[in-house]
Structures are given as C-alpha cells and as structure tokens.
C-alpha cells in the first residue's frame, strides 16, 4: 500500500481488526506554539488539534461549574491563560483559569438551544475576542469584555480562522466565507466575500500560503486568497453524503474531507485525491499533527489514526459511546476525546487509559488544553469541567 501512494488515488487501511498495530511514538511533536496556549477552534488556523504542550495523565477534576445553557461552542484559552467559552444560550464567559469562576460575562441576547455545532471565539494576538454569536452577529470584544463592533453574516457564523491575526476568515451557515482586516480594533475592513454552497456547517481552515479551505453542502472546496479578492480554485464532491464538519489541513497541504457518510477522503493541494479510507463515519473535524498523522474520531467510538502521506492506518484508539467531539493531542501524542454517552477519555501514545470521567450528559464541544496541563470540557446539560 506504500508503495502505491504516489501513483493515484487508494483506498487506506480500513481499521476493523480489533488487533491494535504497534505505533512508535514521532520524534516530532504533536503540535507548534502559536501565540496563545489554544486561541481558537482546534488550536491553530489549520485546524491541528494538536499542542505543543502537555496535556493531563489523570483525572483529577480540578473544578466544575453549570453554565446556562449547553455548552457546544468549544472553549479557547487566551495568552494571559484566561478561558472564554460560550453557551448555546448567547452568553460568553471569560473564566479563571485556576478557579473557573467569571471575570466577566457577555449576554449577547441570542440564543440556539438545540443546536449541536461547535462553534468556538477566537483569541487576537493582542488578546481581543472575535466571537460567532448563535444568531447571525460576530462580535468582536476587548480583553475585558467590551463590545468594540459588530457585523452581521448572512447566516449564522461559524469559527473564525486567522494564521496572523490581522486577515480574518469566517463562514457561515448560508455557504459564504469573508475575509475582512482588523486594524487597531477599529471596525474591520471588509475585503471579499465569495459564494461557496447553499448550507455550510464547517468553519474555513486556513495555511501558510493563502489558500484555504471550506466545506459546504457535501462538497470540499479550496479557496485562494489573492490579497484583494477571492477565487474557487477547485470544488470536490466525493458524494459521500452531507459533511457537517470542518476540514483538516496537514503541514504539506493535503486537505481531508469527513462526511456523514462511511469514508475519510484526503485531496492533494491541485484536488487530486490522494487515498480514501472506508468504514469510518465522523461527526467531527479531524485533528492533524506536525509530524504527518490525522486523527479521525468515528461515529462506532474508535479514533483512527491515519498516515497523511498514503491513508495507512498505522493505530486506533478505542472507546465506547459515538464521538462527535473532536480528538485533541498534546506534544507526546496522548489523545483525548470525548462521547456522546458522557465520557470524557484520556489514552496514552500507546492506548493505555489514562482516565475515563463519566458526566452523564452528551459532550459536543470540541475541547481545549490551557498551558499548565488542564484539559477544558463543556456538556450539553451546561457543566464545563477542567481535568488537571
């Protein structure tokens, strides 16, 4: 099957033997430092999911506390390690790291109870919050919660996704994605906006070289930024049902596209596919790593475990209770994740259990990991847990 990968599209390892492969921890890291510990939706603007710091080996509930609503929006964590995390019932809070009790509190008066899709703020370089509110405003709020401006989306706005903190870009629900300049917190410039799809519920990811990436209806669609506008470099539609997710971007630009339907699809930059994987259903973005990895959480309770350069499964990790939440990786490769039975998972690089937490309630959020080591968690009954 390696031996196969550069010549065209494959099918990966399909991962339904129990056997667990052996896997060799990657000299490299999970993860890179960005310029706060998690500033946005699984942690960087490509949507790794993976740190550059340590996450917990036991779990130890270092505090807990009932927010007002379901807490589906993922937590993100600013330089100063001040938490934010939103409930469906409009209201952002700015958390002690430390205590888990509000420094401030933000009510923007919209709410979505019922909905399922994790939409997370993002931190600025210099520690202001761009925050997707439920409704169709994204709002952006000063490091002490004060409304500097607010724009209206044509839908409901899904997480923003900046690689330098100036270029900001956001999707929403309608299929549109904007680009817009922030300049001295002042309200932004707009620069483009460009027409992708009818109905997106995945937040843009973005690399180095502007080209990013969507997805929309059951499409994934590449996007190149010109610098004064916008355009559709190519459209993929594996006809794999609706995806509801974000993409993943690795380091080398492969592009994977989950759907709610039974394959992982992986596109080369010029949208080639590269390898397909069956048998895996994934309500949630995949995580990738620095060194090459893509961790697939599927609908069954396994999180499989690809390599990005030819779909050979090289390990998953198991669990029972479908996950919809994102899998998060610290630097030494022990994975965490969450199901919709209630628990919240902690395996080591080489599967041990590191804890099994049991809230009782389904977890949708994607999670966070802060600088010293907590592990930040909502449910859909309103708990937010930080795990030490």
Same mark, same amino acid.
């Given at each position: 099957?390696?031996?196969?990968?550069?010549?065209?599209?494959?099918?990966?390892?399909?991962?339904?033997?129990?056997?667990?492969?052996?896997?060799?921890?990657?000299?490299?890291?999970?993860?890179?430092?960005?310029?706060?510990?998690?500033?946005?939706?699984?942690?960087?603007?490509?949507?790794?999911?993976?740190?550059?710091?340590?996450?917990?080996?036991?779990?130890?509930?270092?505090?807990?506390?009932?927010?007002?609503?379901?807490?589906?929006?993922?937590?993100?964590?600013?330089?100063?390690?001040?938490?934010?995390?939103?409930?469906?019932?409009?209201?952002?809070?700015?958390?002690?790291?430390?205590?888990? $009790?509000?420094?401030?509190?933000?009510?923007?008066?919209?709410?979505?109870?019922?909905?399922?899709?994790?939409?997370?703020?993002?931190?600025?370089?210099?520690?202001?919050?761009?925050?997707?509110?439920?409704?169709?405003?994204?709002?952006?709020?000063?490091?002490?919660?004060? $409304?500097?401006?607010?724009?209206?989306?044509?839908?409901?706005?899904?997480?923003?996704?900046?690689?330098?903190?100036?270029?900001?870009?956001?999707?929403?629900?309608?299929?549109?994605?904007?680009?817009?300049?922030?300049?001295?917190?002042?309200?932004?410039?707009?620069?483009?906006?460009? $027409?992708?799809?009818?109905?997106?519920?995945?937040?843009?990811?973005?690399?180095?070289?502007?080209?990013?990436?969507?997805?929309?209806?059951?499409?994934?669609?590449?996007?190149?930024?010109?610098?004064?506008?916008?355009?559709?470099?190519?459209?993929?539609?594996?006809?794999?049902?609706?995806?509801?997710?974000?993409?993943?971007?690795?380091?080398?630009?492969?592009?994977?596209?989950?759907?709610?339907?039974?394959?992982?699809?992986?596109?080369?930059?010029?949208?080639?596919?590269?390898?397909?994987?069956?048998?895996?259903?994934?309500?949630?973005?995949?995580?990738?790593?620095?060194?090459?990895?893509?961790?697939?959480?599927?609908?069954?309770?396994?999180?499989?475990?690809?390599?990005?350069?030819?779909?050979?499964?090289?390990?998953?990790?198991?669990?029972?209770?479908?996950?919809?939440?994102?899998?998060?990786?610290?630097?030494?490769?022990?994975?965490?994740?969450?199901?919709?039975?209630?628990?919240?998972?902690?395996?080591?690089?080489?599967?041990?259990?590191?804890?099994?937490?049991?809230?009782?309630?389904?977890?949708?959020?994607?999670?966070?990991?802060?600088?010293?080591?907590?592990?930040?968690?909502?449910?859909?009954?309103?708990?937010?847990?930080?795990?030490?």
């Amino acid at each position: 099957m390696t031996g196969c990968a550069g010549a065209g599209p494959h099918t990966g390892s399909s991962g339904s033997s129990l056997a667990r492969p052996v896997f060799h921890r990657p000299a490299r890291p999970a993860g890179h430092a960005v310029w706060a510990p998690w500033p946005s939706a699984l942690h960087d603007a490509r949507h790794g999911g993976a740190a550059d710091g340590i996450g917990p080996a036991a779990g130890t509930i270092s505090w807990r506390r009932r927010l007002e609503g379901p807490v589906t929006p993922g937590p993100v964590v600013g330089p100063d390690g001040t938490i934010y995390v939103a409930s469906n019932a409009g209201v952002l809070h700015a958390l002690d790291p430390v205590t888990g $009790k509000d420094r401030w509190v933000y009510d923007s008066g919209q709410s979505n109870l019922g909905d399922d899709l994790s939409v997370s703020p993002l931190v600025l370089p210099g520690g202001a919050i761009l925050w997707p509110t439920p409704g169709q405003q994204l709002l952006e709020l000063s490091a002490r919660g004060e $409304k500097l401006w607010s724009l209206t989306m044509s839908g409901h706005p899904t997480s923003p996704a900046s690689v330098n903190g100036r270029r900001v870009y956001v999707g929403d629900a309608s299929g549109g994605v904007t680009a817009f300049d922030i300049v001295n917190q002042q309200v932004p410039e707009w620069v483009w906006t460009v $027409k992708v799809g009818s109905t997106s519920y995945g937040s843009v990811v973005v690399g180095d070289g502007g080209r990013l990436y969507t997805t929309a209806d059951s499409s994934l669609i590449a996007i190149d930024d010109t610098g004064v506008n916008a355009r559709i470099a190519w459209r993929r539609d594996p006809a794999d049902d609706i995806s509801e997710v974000s993409p993943g971007l690795a380091a080398d630009g492969t592009a994977l596209l989950g759907t709610n339907g039974t394959q992982e699809w992986a596109y080369r930059p010029d949208g080639t596919l590269l390898w397909h994987s069956p048998r895996v259903i994934t309500y949630s973005s995949p995580a990738v790593t620095d060194s090459g990895l893509a961790y697939v959480a599927d609908h069954s309770g396994a999180v499989h475990v690809f390599r990005i350069s030819d779909g050979v499964e090289v390990t998953t990790y198991r669990s029972s209770g479908q996950i919809w939440s994102a899998a998060l990786l610290d630097a030494r490769y022990d994975v965490y994740f969450a199901t919709q039975s209630g628990h919240v998972v902690g395996q080591d690089v080489n599967g041990a259990r590191l804890f099994d937490l049991d809230l009782g309630t389904a977890i949708d959020s994607y999670p966070a990991l802060t600088a010293d080591a907590n592990l930040i968690v909502g449910a859909r009954d309103g708990t937010l847990i930080a795990i030490s």
